[in-house]
Nanobody
Framework: QQQVVQSGGGLVQPGGSLRLSCAASGFSWETRAIEWFRQVPGKEREWVAC????????FYIDFAEGRFIMLGDISRNTEYLQMNNLNSADTATYYC?????????????WGQGSQVTVAP
């Protein structure tokens, strides 16, 4: 069965850091683009970042540029979203997703979501 399983998240103070994990099962992250999204209740899910596998080029939305970093551990078949200098506007449920292929877009598998709360 092909799926992605998330872990991480939680409560962090403003200015703090968190790392989200996204483990793949039944396929390799080396062949599929990984995408990160987030959603706040009452708002649409918004795209955050992606790694395109053809050349491992990374793409970030403006608010993530310079603060969020995508990392990978091939041996664990796990991808990570390292989030630094968090603020209250980053409070959301974060989702990782596997694309159908090496390109960003066209999500096939979604993680279950990880709640991130930034508060004093």
């Amino acid at each position: 069965q092909q799926q992605v399983v998330q872990s991480g998240g939680g409560l962090v103070q403003p200015g703090g850091s968190l790392r989200l994990s996204c483990a793949a099962s039944g396929f390799s992250w080396e062949t599929r683009a990984i995408e990160w999204f987030r959603q706040v209740p009452g708002k649409e899910r918004e795209w955050v970042a992606c790694i395109r596998r053809r050349d491992n080029r990374e793409f970030y939305i403006d608010f993530a540029e310079g603060r969020f970093i995508m990392l990978g551990d091939i041996s664990r078949n796990t991808e990570y979203l390292q989030m630094n200098n968090l603020n209250s506007a980053d409070t959301a449920t974060y989702y990782c997703a596997a694309a159908r292929g090496a390109r960003c877009g066209n999500v096939e598998y979604w993680g279950q979501g990880s709640q991130v709360t930034v508060a004093p």
